[in-house]
């Protein structure tokens, strides 16, 4: 997916129209048309800005990244607003949440056994 896919993508996510992302970043509606028919290119301050307001990083409008991996492969939004906010947790607790995630996920796997 290249840029102009990702910004299309994260601002229709948003439910926001093209005219409607323009004004809220400062910008001409014709400049977001340009972006996301991969004419031009935004300056890296617009870029942030484009960022802030749809939620998502600079790097991942412009070269994609695990983020997008995750926003694309886990359906259930409220669980990744949970693991966005582990990863701001220090090593211990992001250990301690890992140990407990494989300790439920092998329980769940022993039952699933059981039962077949």
Do not use: C, W
Not at 15 to 43: C, D, F, W
């Amino acid at each position: 997916m290249d840029f102009k896919d990702r910004l299309k993508q994260a601002r229709t996510q948003k439910g926001l129209s093209q005219s409607k992302l323009a004004k809220e970043i400062g910008m001409h509606v014709t400049n977001i048309s340009r972006y996301e028919r991969g004419e031009n290119k935004p300056t890296s301050q617009a870029l942030t800005k484009l960022g802030d307001v749809l939620g998502v990083s600079a790097d991942y409008l412009m070269n994609g990244s695990t983020e997008d991996m995750a926003n694309n492969s886990i359906s259930d939004k409220e669980l990744l607003l949970q693991f966005k906010k582990v990863e701001h947790l220090s090593n211990d607790k992001k250990r301690i949440v890992k140990e407990l995630l494989d300790a439920f996920l092998l329980k769940d796997s022993i039952k699933q056994q059981m039962i077949l």
